[in-house]
């Protein structure tokens, strides 16, 4: 029974799905769109919006937990002075995912995840 187990486990272990989302976030604000499964698109989004969310703020304590996630010192400087100011007036929602159809290998359903223009 899954119980209050939030979100899903993508066939991972806990340490592999963290890293997993630690590198597909690097790479979503390295090139403001990745194409992934729907599911790790869905997974993704709110972990993408808490780091923006935190960039927002700007403070050090927030730069502290950011860096727990984003390893790449480039794109960690990046979020805090680009991504993060171009949300300042904007309440939530920095992400969109827009469906792509089946991949011909196997089937897997894709998605598109980008951050918006403004």
């Known amino acids: 029974m899954r119980h209050r187990v939030k979100g899903r486990q993508l066939s991972r272990t806990a340490s592999h799905k963290r890293a997993m ?7 979503l604000f390295k090139h403001e769109a990745i194409v992934t499964t729907t599911a790790k698109a ?6 993408a ?7 927002r703020r700007g ?9 727990r996630r984003i390893k790449d010192r480039v794109i960690l400087k990046r ?3 680009e991504i993060g100011p171009r949300f300042a007036a904007r309440p939530g929602g920095y992400v969109r995912i827009l ?3 089946f991949r011909p290998g196997d089937g ?8 918006l223009a403004e």
Do not use: C, Q, W
């Not at 989302?21 to 790479?27: A, L």
């Not at 869905?42 to 972990?47: A, G, S, T």
């Not at 927030?62 to 860096?67: D, F, G, K, N, S």
């Open 21 to 27: 989302m630690n590198n597909m976030v690097t790479s």
């Open 42 to 47: 869905k997974e993704l989004r709110p972990f």
């Open 49 to 55: 919006e808490k780091l923006i969310t935190l960039a």
């Open 59 to 67: 403070d050090l304590h927030a730069l502290r937990r950011v860096e």
């Open 79 to 81: 979020l805090f002075d």
């Open 99 to 101: 469906k792509l159809g």
């Open 108 to 115: 897997a359903d894709m998605a598109r995840i980008e951050l």
